[in-house]
């Protein structure tokens, strides 16, 4: 049944709630909701037109048991950033956390900073399998997860925001086969201290999926990022976030002898810089590998492994994002996330 009604409810600026927490599901597409709801800015009850108690007009659409909300991150705003520097982890230059809205970084007790991740939707962040030496039996209680975070030993508080751990989800054939690395990928179902998703700002956004089994050409230019060493003999992670532009090999080229030969499989992709000088490294495993498609960002490759770091013949392996679509939406629930709507067609 579809009505007109208005609800007075605090509008917090397009900040989603996760499923399971007694208020709505993910952020609900336009497609989704039939594009009525508007935050009008109006305060309902008092006239005041006060900022922080907005109504939410729902003009249209169906009404549900579940509190309406404001939009965050959908699967059609994705891979969008307000930073544009030509910033060029190990040969990489600093990055403001703009730059790379949808990267996270994950902590664990007592070890500290663990791993980098990339926001796919509010509610999850893919990140890679290796990242959790207990596997399943990981204590996620003992994870925190950050987005907005420009630097690791730094707290921002206008611009971060920290989510607990409400689920870890590692690829069931992490490891299975005698390949090193297989299946590399994991998912984190954050949520906030008061049960919310990511707030979408100029410092926390999704990245784009591309379709499943979609690969830009050899030679292409994407960017990895992370907050891992700077150098392979460094003694301690790069304080700051970085971002390094490299270029995807063939899987050809990372297949041959000076390469990786059959330690690369078709879950993996390889990429480096021309020279050798750009890497990612240790402490960038499970950050983004992205890359510009008309525009908007998309994410091929989960930081993965790799020979040392910026070593000749020894590029980055990532984790080849595009084989997993299925396995991220029967765990997310979310297909219009994987489904690669934002890609272009030719
Ligand atoms: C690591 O140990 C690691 N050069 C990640 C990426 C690379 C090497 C090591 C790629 O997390």
Known sequence: MLLNRTVSLQCAPLRTACPGTGAATEALSPSQHGGGNVCTGANSKTG???????????????????????????????????????????GGMVAPIESQPWMAAIFQKRSGFLCGGSLI???????????????????????????????????????????????LVIHPKYMESNVKYNNDIALL???????????RTASARTVCLPPAHTMLPPGMECIVAGYGNERERAWHYSQYLRQAQV????????????????????????????????????????????CNVSGRMFMFGVVSWGDGCARKYKPGVYTRVTNFNNWIAEKTELPAFTAGVMYPTK
């Open 48 to 90: 005041s037109g006060a900022q922080t108690d907005w109504a939410l007009t729902i003009t249209a659409g169906p009404v549900s048991t579940v509190a309406p909300q404001a939009p965050g991150d959908t699967e059609l705003t994705c891979g969008e950033t307000t930073q544009h520097q030509q910033y060029r982890v190990v």
């Open 121 to 167: 939707a509010p509610c999850w962040v893919l990140t890679a399998a290796h990242c959790f030496q207990d596997g399943n039996s990981t204590t996620t209680r003992h994870l925190s997860v950050y987005l907005g975070k420009s630097a690791i030993n730094e707290t921002d508080v206008d611009r971060e925001q920290r989510f607990t751990v409400e689920q």
């Open 189 to 199: 179902k954050i949520r906030s201290p008061g049960g919310e998703c990511a707030l």
């Open 247 to 290: 270029k995807l090999l063939s899987q050809r080229t990372c297949k041959s002898k000076p390469y990786y030969g059959n330690l690369v499989n078709q879950n993996m992709f390889c990429a480096a810089s021309p020279d050798w000088s750009s890497d990612a490294c240790q402490g960038d495993s499970g950050g983004p590998l992205v």
